[in-house]
Nanobody
Framework: QVQLVESGGGSVQAGGSLRLSCEASGYAYSLLSMGWFRQAPGKEREAVAAISSGGGTYLADSMKGRFTISRDNAKNTLDLQMNSLKPEDTAMYYC????????????????????WGQGTQVTVSS
């Protein structure tokens, strides 16, 4: 069973930066495909970014140029560097994982992931 624990959320003013982290356990981390999703109150969960077990990255269009996803297989961690934050980035951010051997992975599709963390709140004020 894969366990995921997010950290790094908080409150920041518009234009600021935050770095989220997700620590994975319970499975060989290098064999996991990973993603970040977010959900604002009253809205559907949306994709933020994803990274394959081989390090290929995917970003949702609205995050390109502002967010960067990375992984450290030695530390079993997934990071999301968020710059130039906007009030509309306010949401609960979730880390997600999928065993890479399962096939049929669509990086920015929430239903492609089998394991989810509890989330970390990001609040951006204007």
């Amino acid at each position: 069973q894969v366990q995921l624990v997010e950290s790094g959320g908080g409150s920041v003013q518009a234009g600021g930066s935050l770095r989220l982290s997700c620590e994975a356990s319970g499975y060989a981390y290098s064999l996991l495909s990973m993603g970040w999703f977010r959900q604002a109150p009253g809205k559907e969960r949306e994709a933020v970014a994803a990274i394959s077990s081989g390090g290929g990255t995917y970003l949702a269009d609205s995050m390109k140029g502002r967010f960067t996803i990375s992984r450290d297989n030695a530390k079993n961690t997934l990071d999301l560097q968020m710059n130039s934050l906007k009030p509309e980035d306010t949401a609960m951010y979730y880390c997600a994982a999928r065993k890479s051997g399962a096939g049929g992975w669509l990086p920015l599709l929430a239903s492609s992931y089998s394991y989810w963390g509890q989330g970390t709140q990001v609040t951006v004020s204007s």
